[in-house]
């Protein structure tokens, strides 16, 4: 059985009430390992164009629960300015009867072939070039939200490859006229969990010590 390794790393571990994404954050490197807690200050959104200025043009999928007109018309800015050379969504199937209008909008935006749902409250944002391969998991939705808010931001390509394939398996599943289906789909993610290597715990991020910096 394959087992997937990683080169060491360290964590850096940031906290701030009131820092911008891009003062928080800072620069990207490779093989990062970043967590930070804000005090909700900046969205979602914010922590993709920083690190769109980091990495370059990149592609990217979208895990949300819920988004803002705002936020979704700025991931389109970005895709018409090619900063994102695709973008697609993955978001809870109860998006079309909570937010009819968002999710009408979403679909004008980005076209039904861009976006599929499952039973979902999973937040994460696969962003991926040449040359990173970055996987960021949140509580974050993609909209501004005024609580205590925590992300994950790794430079980490099996992390990556995997989250990929798991997103890429729903894309696959499902035609373009079955994008917001009402039915329970959480069985077309969790499947293809079971399935994986990183799931079964194979994977070890072999973590050097602590460098921690609040």
């Given at each position: 059985m394959k087992a997937?390794?990683?080169?060491?790393?360290?964590r850096?571990i940031?906290?701030?009430?009131?820092?911008?994404?891009?003062a928080?954050?800072?620069?990207l490197?490779?093989?990062c390992?970043?967590?930070?807690?804000t005090?909700g200050?900046?969205s979602?959104?914010?922590?993709?164009?920083?690190c769109l200025?980091?990495?370059g043009?990149?592609h990217?999928v979208?895990?949300?629960?819920?988004?803002?007109?705002?936020?979704?018309e700025?991931a389109?800015?970005?895709t018409?300015?090619?900063?994102?050379?695709?973008?697609r969504?993955?978001v809870?199937?109860?998006?079309k009867t909570?937010?009819?209008?968002?999710?009408?909008?979403?679909?004008?935006?980005?076209?039904?072939?861009?976006i599929?749902?499952a039973s979902s409250h999973?937040k994460?944002?696969?962003?991926w070039?040449?040359?990173w391969?970055?996987?960021?998991?949140?509580s974050?939705?993609?909209?501004?939200?005024?609580?205590?808010?925590?992300?994950?931001i790794?430079?980490d390509r099996?992390?990556?490859?995997y989250m990929?394939g798991?997103c890429?398996?729903?894309f696959c599943?499902?035609?373009?006229?079955?994008a917001?289906?009402?039915?329970n789909?959480t069985?077309?993610?969790t499947?293809k969990?079971?399935?994986?290597?990183l799931?079964q715990?194979k994977l070890s991020?072999n973590m050097?010590?602590?460098?921690?910096?609040?």
């Amino acid at each position: 059985m394959k087992a997937y390794k990683t080169s060491p790393r360290k964590r850096r571990i940031i906290a701030h009430g009131d820092a911008a994404a891009e003062a928080m954050i800072g620069p990207l490197e490779h093989g990062c390992e970043i967590f930070g807690l804000t005090g909700g200050q900046f969205s979602f959104i914010d922590i993709l164009e920083h690190c769109l200025s980091q990495i370059g043009q990149a592609h990217c999928v979208i895990a949300t629960w819920t988004a803002s007109y705002a936020n979704i018309e700025k991931a389109m800015r970005f895709t018409n300015d090619s900063r994102l050379l695709s973008c697609r969504w993955l978001v809870d199937r109860s998006f079309k009867t909570r937010k009819p209008d968002l999710c009408k909008h979403l679909v004008d935006t980005f076209g039904p072939h861009a976006i599929r749902t499952a039973s979902s409250h999973a937040k994460f944002l696969l962003l991926w070039n040449d040359e990173w391969n970055i996987a960021i998991r949140t509580s974050m939705n993609l909209n501004q939200n005024p609580r205590v808010e925590n992300f994950e931001i790794s430079d980490d390509r099996n992390l990556c490859d995997y989250m990929r394939g798991l997103c890429e398996s729903v894309f696959c599943g499902e035609g373009d006229g079955l994008a917001f289906s009402t039915k329970n789909e959480t069985e077309k993610v969790t499947t293809k969990m079971t399935t994986g290597e990183l799931w079964q715990g194979k994977l070890s991020l072999n973590m050097a010590p602590i460098s921690l910096t609040v």
